[in-house]
């Protein structure tokens, strides 16, 4: 089992002849995700890595069975990809795009509402369930098939977990980064609700940083849920000044409860299992998985 993408998601990138498309669906393609094309306005009808280009969203549904996305558009028009791709009936939208006016995501975010698909992102590497499917940015190789689950907001610790519980002896099962930008599609809690009910996923990694209110209703939640699963948590910017925005958009500490001390003793409270290094985020699964 698995969330959001398997081997049998049908996937199709959004600025695909692009220099960033064309790099990351030829990575993607090689670690063998079902990539069934692509979508750049104007060159529909012509193929790219040896894929057929779509003019439009709806056109890659139609004709290709699309049902997932990944989007490298630039900043000004990427808002507009995700309402194309919720409205052409894409289940799931992962954009990778950094750097997209808060306006723009605030009109997008309000739009895939009642609509039936989910985002993740934007900025951020995107979703793996090892030896399925890549869809995103990160390292494929780093990644092995097991039964821990990822959530995260950043990138690179994604990775650096991944690593880390690979050498120890385990694998995963599907590691999401969720973004780090002040509105995002899908949450900390919604990420770890979907590894919760999946049954192939024993232990999840919870990774995140300083600002905002996410990780303390992730906690808040599984603590309500009974704490099913155990958790491992991680929380980045325990040295960020106050009022400074670190790295990224939504990592700025604004009140008491966004500092990494104040995430990390609610997560105590609520029985997750707090390290206080990214170095220690593999032992700490190993001891608790046995």
């Not at 890595?49 to 900043?75: H, S, W, Y």
């Not at 919720?86 to 939208?93: N, P």
């Not at 951020?124 to 494929?140: L, N, R, S």
């Not at 300083?210 to 309500?224: H, P, R, S, T, V």
Request: charged share 20%; with cysteine.
């Amino acid at each position: 089992m698995s969330v959001l993408v398997n081997k049998d998601s049908k996937i199709i990138v959004q600025g695909f002849t692009g220099s960033e498309g064309t790099f990351h669906a030829s990575q993607m393609i090689e670690y063998g995700t079902n990539v069934v094309g692509g979508v750049t306005p104007g060159k529909g009808g012509t193929t790219h890595l040896e894929r057929p280009v779509f003019n439009t969203v709806k056109d890659a549904v139609e004709q290709a069975g699309a049902d997932t996305t990944i989007i490298f558009v630039p900043p000004a028009f990427a808002a507009d990809a995700i309402m194309e791709a919720a409205e052409a009936g894409i289940k799931v939208i992962i954009t990778i795009t950094e750097g997209i006016p808060v306006a723009d995501m605030i009109k997008a975010y309000q739009y895939i509402q009642g609509k039936d698909c989910r985002l993740i992102g934007p900025n951020c590497p995107g979703v793996i369930t090892p030896g399925e499917a890549k869809v995103g940015i990160m390292p494929g190789f780093v990644f092995k098939k097991g039964t821990v689950g990822i959530v995260s907001k950043s990138g690179t610790l994604t990775y650096e977990a991944a690593d880390q519980v690979v050498k120890q002896g385990m694998g995963i099962t599907t590691a999401i980064g969720i973004g780090g930008d002040p509105i995002i599609g899908t949450t900390t809690k919604e990420a770890v609700e979907l590894l919760m009910n999946d049954p192939d996923t024993k232990c999840i990694v919870m990774i995140g940083e300083i600002g905002g209110q996410l990780e303390a209703d992730a906690a808040k939640w599984i603590k309500a849920d009974g704490n099913r699963k155990p958790v491992v948590g991680f929380i980045a910017g325990e040295t960020a000044p106050k009022g400074r925005t670190m790295g990224h958009a939504g990592a700025i500490v604004g009140g008491a409860d966004d500092t990494a001390e104040a995430k990390k003793r609610i997560m105590k409270e609520c029985g997750i299992h707090v390290v206080d290094s990214p170095a220690e985020i593999g032992k700490k699964v190993k001891e608790i998985m046995g």
